[in-house]
């Protein structure tokens, strides 16, 4: 039987400072272009969650070596084209990040190999990354027409192609280019709405050289990259729950420090902003390769908003969080154009809006997204974590504000991206 936590936090007040964790759209790539490169490459700021140790689990299969010590990781590798054929399946766990760019960059390494993941992974939507990389000639075979996992990959040369992406994806759009550096010719990927640039930044900075034109990508394939030290910043969809929190219990005052501030994951401040919290940003900082700086929240009167277009994909994972947030806010706030959460870890607008109703709160799913009316009291309940972390994490935030304790199951999911949540969470109770 899967443990049930119980969270009874009587109302507390929130202050104090949380260095927020390594970001794991990051961390995935860190490992993964450290393994692609000949040499060594030196990582601090790593998030050693599960998901991030799927993909390290994935590339010691292919022979590279890798050593963890706490944030800090050493990659050393011959390179792609000398990583060896694995004799186990590759399992990626959680995450559709390492499953789908490790299908990308696979499909123009040599060797064969098979990919499965968790339940969660194996009804997770494939052809959107086995589609394109077919175009490229790639050598895929999967249930369903390349559609779901397990899958094969026999390692082949690739083909560039021009490709106009059907979906707002960072995951399809960085299995491309990770296939393009492998394939002959210039590939050009255009999207529909800019999604998060980690890929074409962190290429960059492992010496690669990448056009970016508005939506347009272009990407010249035969690139070698060059092993290189990398900072991860914090990850702001871990920073997001905390700064929701700051604004909705009473009497708080947090700061977040070590935060990853790309403006291609920032639309949890739009919305902040949108709503009326009251916070300040020091951006000063910076990673190796990306901005990040420093967030005040403090306790603040909020109002509905509506979100859509082209700042979903700059918050898609906040999704969860800002409903509860929007459960605060006087008025409606409508969240539209999100149907990307239905194929997420689980369907979110069905997982937020049945556990959110649970708690009392007025909120109805729509086909893309979902309304909320507020604000609203919360009230205690038993809450389900569908095995999916940042449901997890929504739920234990809600707590901290509901008149009775709520209880989740399967807390253990929420080490997929931030091992360290509940500690930060009692480390700021006053
Ligand atoms: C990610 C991209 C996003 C995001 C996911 C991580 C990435 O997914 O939801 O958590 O690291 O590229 P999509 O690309 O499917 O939108």
């Not at 929504?394 to 399967?410: G, W």
Request: net charge negative; with cysteine; glycine share 10%.
């Amino acid at each position: 039987m899967q443990a049930i936590k119980k969270l009874d936090y009587a109302q507390p007040s929130l202050e104090g400072a949380i260095r927020i964790p390594g970001d794991k759209s990051v961390s995935h790539r860190s490992i993964m272009f450290g393994a692609i490169a000949e040499g060594t490459t030196t990582v601090e700021g790593f998030l050693q969650s599960d998901d991030c140790l799927s993909t390290i689990d994935c590339f010691q299969k292919l022979g590279v070596e890798i050593a963890i010590d706490g944030d800090k990781v050493k990659i050393s590798s011959n390179g792609i084209s000398n990583w060896k054929e694995p004799n186990e399946v590759l399992y990626t766990g959680n995450s559709g990040t390492t499953t789908r760019l490790m299908l990308g960059i696979l499909a123009g390494s040599s060797g064969s190999s098979v990919l499965i993941g968790d339940e969660s992974i194996q009804n997770r939507p494939m052809r959107r990354v086995t589609e394109p990389l077919k175009q490229m000639g790639a050598k895929l075979i999967g249930r369903e027409n390349g559609q779901f996992t397990p899958i094969a990959v026999e390692g082949t040369n690739l083909q560039a192609i021009h490709y106009k992406m059907p979906v707002a994806s960072a995951q399809v759009k960085s299995a491309i280019l990770l296939a393009a550096l492998n394939a002959n010719g210039e590939t050009v990927v255009e999207e529909i709405e800019t999604s998060r640039d980690h890929t074409e930044k962190m290429l960059q900075h492992f010496g690669a050289s990448i056009a970016v034109n508005d939506k347009t990508i272009r990407l010249q394939g035969g690139q070698k990259l060059k092993a290189t030290h990398v900072v991860i910043p914090g990850d702001i969809s871990s920073a997001a729950f905390f700064l929701v929190a700051g604004a909705i219990v009473p009497n708080s005052n947090l700061t977040l420090t070590n935060v990853g501030l790309n403006p291609t994951r920032t639309g949890i401040m739009d919305v902040l902003q949108a709503m009326g919290a009251s916070f300040t940003v020091n951006d000063s900082e910076n990673s190796s390769h990306e901005e990040m700086g420093t967030i005040e929240i403090q306790s603040s009167a909020l109002i509905g908003t509506e979100i859509g277009g082209e700042l979903i994909p700059r918050l898609i994972d906040e999704i969860p969080i800002i409903a509860l947030l929007a459960t605060q806010a006087k008025g409606k706030t409508i969240i539209k154009n999100a149907e990307e959460l239905k194929v997420k870890e689980t369907n979110r607008i069905d997982a937020v809006v049945n556990e959110l109703k649970k708690l009392g709160a007025n909120i109805t799913a729509t086909d893309d997204g979902m309304i909320i009316e507020g604000p609203t009291t919360l009230h205690g309940g038993d809450l389900l974590t569908y095995g999916d972390h940042r449901i997890g994490m929504m739920a234990a935030m809600a707590s901290l504000i509901t008149t009775e304790a709520v209880t989740i199951d399967n807390p253990g999911c929420i080490a997929v991206s931030y091992p360290t949540f509940f500690e930060d969470i009692s480390s700021v109770i006053k």
